[in-house]
């Protein structure tokens, strides 16, 4: 029998929700964040069920306890440890691949990065590293991408916090930086880039490691077409697309029927009345 989406929104144990144009909404440097409509109540009655919950964000423009008590000073309430963002995930991978130092191009990855016991080093000269981790940069220069070059050129392997060409913005789509450093320093060195953001299988084990879920059971609620509702099903999660970010009526309409959102709803504010309804119903 196949369980309707009411019946798995029911059943999950766990959320990861996405943050630009699912949450809140701000500029392209992450200010003048406000919440979007419902984004509070939701992480409100999460906390209230008991269900445990990680705020993922692409952006690594800061750490994720930046990113943390930004929200809370939106009005959010939850813990320092709520905010993931691919520096997570990405510290969760080098731990276990013996990545031991990293160079960084994004001031958000360093925190995570040495949280986990990893040395961070800067992007100049010829550094001698294990990894290159690329983020949301736009301060990147010619000097920048010789010393990643350097580095590949010497051994490192490189990784991409976002390969999303675009994120949302309150005055509509920007261009993430991510996939573009990567492309130039994949471009000069011939090297791979793996990707290590949404909507890998690295962030969304990463996130069910930190909340103790299966990936199954876990729903995965964001904005973006190329983001989360793939990840959700490459996990086999549930995979709950909001209109309120890049994920307009027709967005999904692209995808195999297989591959579309679950749920495709206004925002979070109609997830929590289904959520709420769900439960009332259980």
């Known amino acids: 029998m196949v369980e309707s989406p009411a019946d798995r929104l029911r059943a999950a144990r766990g959320f990861i929700l996405d943050l630009d144009g699912t949450l809140v909404l701000g500029d392209r440097a992450g200010h003048g964040l406000r919440p979007l409509p419902g984004a509070l109540e939701l992480v409100a009655w999460l906390g209230e069920r008991g269900l445990p919950y990680r705020i993922f964000t692409n952006g690594t423009g800061h750490s994720p306890g930046e990113y943390a008590r930004m929200l809370r000073r939106l009005g959010f309430r939850l813990s320092g440890t709520a905010v993931m963002t691919p520096a997570s995930s990405a510290a969760d991978l080098f731990v276990r691949r013996g990545h031991r130092r990293v160079l960084a191009l994004a001031a958000g990855l360093v925190a995570p990065l040495r949280e986990a016991g990893i040395e961070v080093v800067p992007p100049a000269g010829r550094p001698r590293v ?153």
């Open 130 to 282: 294990d990894a290159v981790l690329v983020g949301q940069f736009r301060e990147f220069t010619m000097d920048t991408l010789e010393a990643a070059c350097h580095a590949v050129w010497d051994g490192a392997a490189v990784y991409s916090s976002s390969q999303g060409t675009f994120y949302a913005t309150a005055d509509g789509r920007a261009l993430g930086t991510s996939r573009a450093i990567s492309a130039m320093i994949a471009s000069v060195t011939g090297c791979r880039v793996e990707l290590v953001g949404k909507p890998s299988r690295h962030a969304l084990r990463a996130a069910g490691r930190q909340l103790g879920v299966p990936a199954s059971q876990l729903a995965v609620v964001g904005d973006d077409p190329a983001l989360e509702v793939p990840m959700a099903h490459r996990g086999r999660a549930l995979a709950v697309a909001v209109g309120t970010g890049l994920g307009a009526a027709d967005a999904f309409d692209h995808l195999p029927e297989a591959r579309r959102p679950h749920l495709h709803l206004r925002g979070v504010d109609e997830l929590l009345a289904h959520c709420v309804e769900a439960y009332r119903a259980g």
